[in-house]
């Protein structure tokens, strides 16, 4: 897919950013916080000054490019987020992210959650997405004479992604757990909208004014059981389809959807069953993938959506809130 993106004169550069938290088992086998702190707190940081020295040391000498760590908002969370490169390199890098976050929580006694919801009274954890599309003169998000500065291109970016991201959301966040995440007003981003700098809307628009980089876009609906290279794959086949087949940019949203009166703001899909079916509807996908990988991603998630059926909210969280399950949580 990145050739082929390429071959049409395009470039995309990606970036993730990872949550986890670092638990314990409790009595009753539910995950217990280790590391104290308020929301976002340096308290946090400074209880777990050793771990994050171990951690950061580690992810230097495993080749990782890592930008900004920090505590996030639940309890013993933690945020990392990585340098933009092209698709393969980055999913190269948060997969040894992963493995690196993992071994290093295990060495104090800890454990890592990567959990779309670790427990039900807890926010979960997100693995948003940061893209950038360039071509010979220059990013597309920036620099032109639209809205928001934005390109025609850039324009019809937005609005393509925007349109195909049901079908993305499969791959985004393709645990049935992912959808006890994607609630209104939580900052998860559950509607089928973009904004500039509104962190309700499923497609954010950063301009390069707010941080000092290219203006970009991020995409909400990620979380950490996505397979980087299944996402990164069809995210650039989409975007291929929308620099091809330009739609109009429907209007940015001012603040939350969800409170907004009279919004009629359509939400994205609210289970692995939508999101399945709107992967099942997709052409551009199933084109790009193949009927094979296709068909095999639709039976994969049939298989999970079925195992889950008639399990209780509570067992279908406690049943992958602990990654990866080597030798038990002895």
């Not at 399945?276 to 068909?295: F, I, K, S, T, Y």
């Not at 991603?297 to 067992?315: F, G, M, P, T, Y």
């Amino acid at each position: 897919m990145e050739a082929a993106l390429a071959d049409s004169g395009w470039r995309l550069r990606a970036g993730f950013e990872l949550e986890w938290v670092v638990v314990v088992p409790g009595a009753d086998g539910t995950p217990q916080a280790v590391l104290p702190g308020g929301p976002y707190g340096a308290d946090r940081l400074i209880e777990g000054l050793d771990y994050a020295s171990a951690l950061l040391k580690a992810l230097d000498e495993a080749e990782v490019p890592w930008l900004q760590f920090h505590p996030e908002y639940g309890p013993s969370q933690f945020e990392l987020s990585f340098a933009p490169d092209r698709s393969l390199t980055v999913a190269d890098h948060l997969i040894r992210a992963r493995l690196v976050i993992q071994r290093v929580t295990r060495r104090f006694g800890w454990y890592s959650s990567f959990s779309a919801k670790p427990r039900l009274d807890w926010v979960g954890n997100g693995g948003h997405l940061h893209l950038s599309v360039l071509h010979d003169q220059g990013p597309i998000l920036q620099g032109g004479q639209g809205i928001h500065g934005l390109k025609p291109e850039g324009e019809a970016l937005i609005a393509g992604l925007l349109e195909q991201l049901p079908s993305l959301m499969a791959l985004a966040s393709p645990s049935p757990v992912s959808y006890l995440r994607l609630v209104p007003s939580s900052w998860s981003a559950p509607f089928q909208v973009w904004g500039v700098e509104n962190r309700e809307a499923a497609l954010r628009l950063v301009p390069s004014a707010a941080d000092g980089c290219d203006a970009h876009l991020e995409i909400k609906a990620v979380d950490p059981t996505t397979n980087p290279y299944l996402l990164l794959g069809a995210l650039q086949a989409q975007v291929k389809a929308a620099l091809e087949r330009p739609r109009v940019l429907p209007p940015a949203q001012i603040g939350d959807p969800a409170a907004a009166p009279g919004s009629s703001a359509r939400r994205l899909p609210s289970s692995l069953l939508e999101a399945r079916d709107a992967l099942a509807a997709d052409h551009v996908l199933e084109a790009a993938m193949g009927p094979l990988l296709h068909g095999s991603l639709l039976d994969s998630l049939a298989a999970e959506i079925q195992r889950v059926q008639q399990l209780q909210v509570e067992d279908q969280v406690s049943g992958c809130c602990w990654w990866p399950l080597v030798g038990g949580l002895a």
